[in-house]
């Protein structure tokens, strides 16, 4: 297969300065996929000033064309959709039907959102004193940098660049160091629908030089950032020098509840998906099972033994519902935190090791795990971001609300029961941005998506993510007001 390996400036695709290279490698057998080309300061500084020379014209721009733009996209998108699934799947390990069901089509449904919504963003008119009009316009914040970590790359193209291009700003997005093959895909569908040059940079390079340049980066007005809340901490800092806005996007730690009167039977399958999709590498994973200690028992045994029929392997396989983790560093990452919990008295029900299968041990595979611990535990505290597990029970509503709020996260939790007003109590008193009840993990392009606390701060989708890309001017016109008295002669 061929891969775009090159920086996108300006409209074209080019090699470093330098001419330094990232090596990509296919984390189902850490074989080499592509050496992608490295930005470093001096190609930022490039992009920037293409984004900077584009601004002007694309935020005149009608918001109709630029709409017109982005549903194009979202076409060729799907017309490519074949391609951008097995580039996703070489790159990250999702498995293809997740890469072609989930990933490719979220891509395109969020692109074609935004599109619809470019000239449908409205200011307003406030009713001032009389005499005067006061509007309110929506203006582009102007050059976004945006920075997307390596666990869904594709769809964060969409999740990021939709609303931020809907709104008229232009961007230098840095994509991870791992996964940078479908955003580069993407750049060149989006040369190919006509993106005028310059409003779309995307630069794959490292986060401490790359990234961290681009967050300090005078003439960036805003950053976006997903990723974990360490970097994110950085990113606050580095925005500080020209006070630039930023969004950040960070971890989490989802309570997934299961009352003793929920559906058994979809709570158990939705939790399985809530961990093991995406190998858990989602930051709104439900990552900490809390089960009712009436129907702990029954519950374990269904999600155990649903746990030990996922098929994991080969992401190219279309019957793989579980492929790789991303990298092997991340991997045994991972597998490490299976001793951090032996060692607090945690006991692993399931998994803990790499699948037995010798077609996939030069790969980042790992068995789902399941393992039993307390709510402070690190494996209860920390974000895991894998297919990893643990489990606790409680006897009642308060109990579990204080478990649920007790981390320093606060980004998606969820509930499993047949009582509405459990439902609507638990979930108002859950400290978190997202709540799902009797589902999980559900996202739509017009949902509010984001964290509080340490998940972060800003939201993804919707008109909350138009907002975040632009800022309110207040326009004042003295219609028919007598002069103002002051300084009256
Ligand atoms: P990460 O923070 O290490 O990296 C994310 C991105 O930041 C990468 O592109 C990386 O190159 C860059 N980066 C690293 N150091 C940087 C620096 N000093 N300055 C600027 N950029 C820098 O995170 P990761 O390990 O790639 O991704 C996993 C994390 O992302 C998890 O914590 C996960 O929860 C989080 N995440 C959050 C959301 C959300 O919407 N809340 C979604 C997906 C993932």
């Not at 017109?68 to 580039?87: C, F, N, P, S, V």
Request: charged share 20%.
């Amino acid at each position: 297969m061929q891969f775009q390996t090159k920086l996108f400036i300006d409209g074209v695709f080019v090699d470093a300065a330098d001419r330094a290279t990232i090596e990509v490698l296919n984390p189902h057998n850490n074989s080499h996929l592509a050496a992608v080309a490295e930005a470093k300061p001096a190609d930022i500084d490039r992009a920037v000033e293409a984004a900077t020379r584009a601004f002007p014209a694309w935020s005149s721009t009608a918001p109709s064309e630029r709409g017109r733009l982005l549903l194009k996209l979202a076409d060729a998108i799907e017309a490519h959709g074949d391609a951008l699934a097995q580039i996703e799947a070489l790159d990250t390990g999702h498995p293809i039907r997740d890469a072609r069901g989930l990933d490719v089509a979220r891509t395109a449904a969020t692109y074609r959102y935004f599109g619809g919504m470019a000239d449908k963003y409205e200011g307003f008119v406030v009713p001032v004193d009389p005499g005067f009009l006061n509007y309110v316009t929506r203006e582009p914040v102007g050059v976004v940098g945006q920075i997307v970590p390596w666990n869904f790359p594709l769809m964060f193209t969409s999740w990021k660049m939709g609303p931020a291009l809907a709104a008229g700003n232009t961007i230098v997005m840095k994509p991870a160091e791992l996964t940078p093959l479908s955003s580069l895909k993407i750049a060149e569908l989006m040369a190919e629908v006509g993106f005028p040059r310059g409003v779309v940079n995307i630069l794959p390079g490292y986060g401490a030089v790359a990234g961290q340049y681009l967050a300090e980066h005078p003439g960036v007005h805003k950053i976006a950032f997903t990723g974990s809340t360490v970097t994110g901490r950085k990113i606050v800092q580095a925005s500080a020098g020209n006070l630039k806005r930023v969004q950040l996007e960070l971890g989490g730690k989802g309570a997934n509840i299961v009352f003793d009167d929920a559906d058994l039977k979809a709570a158990v399958a939705g939790s399985a998906f809530a961990i093991f999709h995406n190998q858990g590498q989602a930051c709104i994973a439900g990552s900490r099972l809390l089960l009712h200690e009436k129907i702990a028992d029954e519950f374990l045994d269904a999600f155990i033994a649903l746990a030990k029929s996922i098929r994991v392997g080969n992401p190219l396989d279309p019957a793989t519902e579980m492929g790789p983790l991303t990298s092997m560093g991340h991997r045994d990452r991972v597998l490490g935190y299976c001793e951090v919990a032996r060692q607090q008295g945690g006991e692993i029900l399931m998994g803990g090791k790499p699948p037995d299968d010798p077609t996939l041990t030069k790969g980042c595979y790992l068995m789902p795990t399941i393992v039993r611990a307390k709510p402070a535990d690190r494996v209860c505290q920390e974000e895991v971001f894998g297919p990893f597990v643990s489990v606790t029970t409680f006897r009642d509503e308060a109990e579990v609300i204080e478990i649920a709020n007790g981390t320093s996260y606060g980004l998606g939790g969820g509930l499993w029961t047949r009582d509405l007003r459990r439902a609507h109590a638990v979930a108002r008193h859950m400290t978190s941005g997202m709540v799902w009840i009797n589902c999980y993990k559900r996202a739509h392009p017009g949902s509010p998506f984001g964290g509080v606390r340490g998940s972060g701060y800003g939201r993804e989708m919707g008109f909350e993510a138009m907002h975040e890309y632009t800022y309110p001017k207040s326009v004042w016109v003295n219609v028919d007001a007598a002069v103002p008295p002051f300084y009256k002669r």
